[in-house]
């Protein structure tokens, strides 16, 4: 059974700094992986989807990297803004969409 | 990008009320799920639907029944709300980014429900 796991569970960190967030997942048979964006009490909106053949996607300040063999992603955050405060979730679609716990992100101006 | 709306935004409603949630999207996406989510938590599938008369249960069970008469419409109804129900329950479409089962998926700004 696939299982997706986010670390760090929160990250603060003061504007302008580059960071890193964490996905891994246990079963390498994925079709694709997709990050999103969740704020408080909302849904989620689609940030950068990386197909199983891909390596990386970019979006603005954001990157997003994948390695199947490893069962790890990571997303890359540019020159961090209090804007980009929230929860960021990956999900990995094999034969069913699982989502991870996420990454609640605060930085502060 | 996909338009998903989902109404109410907020229900608080007592226990033994029927109660159905809407979700609508107006880019014609074949699929659309529910999922729930409790804070601090995964998303849990509950319902999808491949189109028209389509449904299916998700991985998490629910006492939730859904419909799919139209391809814009996916509503979720309980029938009798408990307040174990308490939750936000998203809705989301998708479209096909590549092969079969390379979807993306658009998210609706979800429902939180609480039940007294």
């Known amino acids: 059974k696939q299982e997706v796991t986010q670390i760090p569970a929160a990250l603060s960190v003061p504007e302008g700094e580059n960071l890193v967030l964490n996905c891994s997942f246990t079963?390498?048979?994925?079709?694709?992986l997709q990050w999103f964006r969740q704020d408080p009490g909302k849904g989620l909106t689609s940030l950068l989807l990386i197909q199983s053949s891909q390596r990386e996607q970019t979006s603005g300040r954001l990157n997003a990297s994948l390695d199947k063999s490893s069962g790890r992603s990571t997303l890359y955050i540019a020159a961090s803004q209090p804007g980009d405060s929230a929860t960021y979730l990956c999900?990995?679609?094999?034969?069913?969409?699982?989502f991870g716990k996420g990454t609640t992100l605060s930085v502060s101006s | 990008e996909a338009d998903i709306y989902q109404t109410p935004r907020y229900l608080v409603i007592g226990t033994g009320k029927k109660i159905t949630l809407e979700c609508s999207q107006t880019?014609?996406?074949?699929?659309m799920y529910w999922y729930q989510q409790d804070p601090g938590m995964e998303l849990h599938l509950i319902h999808y639907?491949?189109?028209?008369?389509?449904?299916e249960k998700g991985d998490l069970s629910s006492e939730s029944t859904v419909s799919r008469i139209r391809t814009e419409h996916f509503p979720l109804t309980l029938e009798s709300a408990r307040p174990s129900h308490t939750s936000q329950y998203l809705c989301?479409?998708?479209?096909?980014?590549?092969?079969?089962?390379?979807?993306?998926?658009?998210f609706g700004s979800g429902t939180q429900l609480s039940v007294l």
């Open positions: 999900a990995v679609a094999g034969t069913a969409l699982i």
């Open positions: 989301a479409s998708s479209v096909r980014t590549g092969g079969i089962l390379e979807e993306k998926l658009f």
């Open positions: 639907s491949y189109g028209v008369n389509s449904t």
């Open positions: 079963d390498s048979a994925i079709y694709n």
């Open positions: 880019m014609g996406h074949d699929k």
